[in-house]
């Protein structure tokens, strides 16, 4: 999300597309709490006063029809992408090219382009598009003198962008996205500023500007992490609140058909502890012994981003695949280690590397940037096992 500002509190706000969905092959269970989910993300952007959006292609994960008629309808925003139309009646664009936003005496022309190589038609929600410099140079076409500055809210791309600066230099500005991008300081190509601020609502870009007749822009670019210091908004806390509960009522249900075959294959920690006693009383008061209990504090413990990293077996083979299913399988237990019961055998355990990236599956730079992995192997790593000849 970008803003360019005068001299003041005169914001305009952007986001490059990407917005709603993460993945556009989800696992069939996800959909139900994606779709939920994508609804409370617009209620956000609604709050924070998000003046364009330009759809990216994980957008039209659920269809054209949902985007369009299920969230959009209810956006306070303006939808860009000029270059994005009926798969059908290719003459029916779905979105307007542009449009003009004043803010403190500054009139903003804003034009939005949609990727235009990305296979996104679904049946019966089919989506097509059109090359997006055509949509650009008929959108400045229609550009009278009153316009002061020229910005494309881009999901094309950082190559792209660069290629669409360098096509049409009249482009002051190009708020970018769909290569994450964290760019600290602007691409210049010609005149043209190319910003980008990363994904996931991770940071916020910030291009300040300086207009002034028959000088150059000026400008501060700042790209701002969001992280657990700026704290709650009240509102938008109260969203998530919401959210939560809704997902716990979601995933509560019992699911139909046949549940999954775990014979053989998790043996869970109780079992362990039979012949490992010392190991499981090591373990029982680490932080992994305690891991769902974490996501119950925040009311997070049915999420389905969540509960991954704070259980076993989910989602493999002998695991569980739904959140009401995964008693036996809470929290961080010997097997996120050292691997399924099943496979078990004196040989395999004690010979069984400590892996970095066993722990960086769910401790990465997304769920927990401050991760140090030599301080904390030290505190979950059970007391070596004596091995009797």
Same mark, same amino acid.
């Given at each position: 999300m970008d803003g360019l500002r005068k001299e003041g509190v005169?914001?305009?706000?952007?986001?490059?597309?990407?917005?709603?969905?993460?993945?556009?092959?989800?696992?069939?269970?996800?959909r139900p709490q994606m779709r939920l989910k994508s609804t409370y993300i617009l209620k956000g952007c609604n709050e924070l006063g998000l003046d364009v959006f330009v759809p990216?292609?994980?957008?039209?994960?659920?269809?054209?029809?949902?985007?369009?008629?299920?969230?959009?309808?209810?956006?306070?925003?303006?939808?860009?992408?000029?270059?994005?139309?009926?798969?059908?009646?290719?003459?029916?664009?779905?979105?307007?090219?542009?449009?003009v936003i004043e803010r403190g005496g500054v009139k903003i022309?804003?034009?939005?382009?949609?990727?235009?190589?990305?296979?996104?038609?679904?049946?019966?929600?089919?989506?097509?598009f059109k090359d997006p410099l055509k949509t650009v140079k008929s959108a400045l076409a229609q550009k009278d003198e009153s316009?002061?500055?020229?910005?494309?809210?881009?999901?094309?791309?950082?190559?792209?962008?660069?290629?669409?600066?360098?096509?049409?230099?009249?482009?002051?500005?190009?708020?970018g996205g769909h290569t994450a991008h964290q760019l600290s300081k602007p691409k210049i190509v010609g005149k043209t500023l190319i910003v980008q601020a990363y994904k996931l609502g991770k940071y916020l870009g910030r291009l300040?500007?300086?207009?002034?007749?028959g000088e150059d822009k000026k400008w501060k670019n700042l790209i701002v992490p969001l992280k657990k210091e700026i704290g709650d908004d009240e509102k938008i806390a109260s969203f998530q609140t919401e959210y939560r509960e809704k997902i716990i009522a979601l995933h509560s249900k019992p699911r139909q058909g046949k549940k999954a075959d775990r014979k053989q294959v998790f043996w869970f920690s109780r079992l362990c502890g039979h012949c490992h006693k010392e190991q499981y009383r090591f373990w029982k008061n680490t932080d992994h012994a305690k891991a769902m209990a974490t996501l119950e504090k925040e009311n997070a413990h049915y999420d389905y981003e969540c509960i991954g990293c704070h259980t076993i077996g989910f989602r493999k083979q002998g695991g569980f695949r739904v959140a009401n299913e995964m008693d036996?399988?809470?929290?961080?237990? @010997?097997?996120? $280690? #050292?691997?399924?019961?099943? =496979?078990?055998?004196?040989?395999?355990?004690?010979?069984? &590397?400590?892996?970095?990236?066993? @722990?960086?599956? $769910? #401790?990465?730079?997304?769920? =927990?940037?401050?991760?140090?992995?030599?301080?904390?192997? &030290?505190?979950?790593?059970?007391?070596?096992?004596?091995?009797?000849?």
């Open positions: 005169n914001f305009v706000h952007f986001d490059s597309g990407d917005l709603f969905f993460k993945s556009f092959y989800p696992w069939k269970e996800d990216g292609e994980l957008d039209f994960t659920e269809g054209r029809d949902f985007l369009i008629n299920k969230l959009l309808a209810k956006a306070n925003f303006t939808v860009l992408g000029g270059n994005t139309f009926d798969g059908l009646d290719k003459t029916k664009q779905l979105f307007e090219s542009s449009t022309l804003v034009i939005g382009v949609c990727n235009w190589d990305y296979n996104v038609n679904k049946p019966k929600q089919k989506v097509s316009i002061d500055l020229v910005v494309v809210v881009s999901h094309l791309g950082f190559e792209k962008d660069e290629k669409l600066a360098a096509d049409v230099p009249e482009i002051d500005v190009i708020c300040d500007l300086t207009l002034k007749k036996d399988f809470k929290n961080v237990q @010997c097997e996120a $280690c #050292h691997g399924p019961g099943s =496979d078990h055998s004196d040989d395999v355990y004690m010979t069984r &590397p400590r892996q970095k990236k066993t @722990c960086l599956r $769910c #401790h990465d730079e997304e769920h =927990d940037p401050d991760f140090n992995y030599n301080i904390a192997l &030290p505190q979950v790593m059970c007391p070596k096992r004596e091995v009797k000849e």
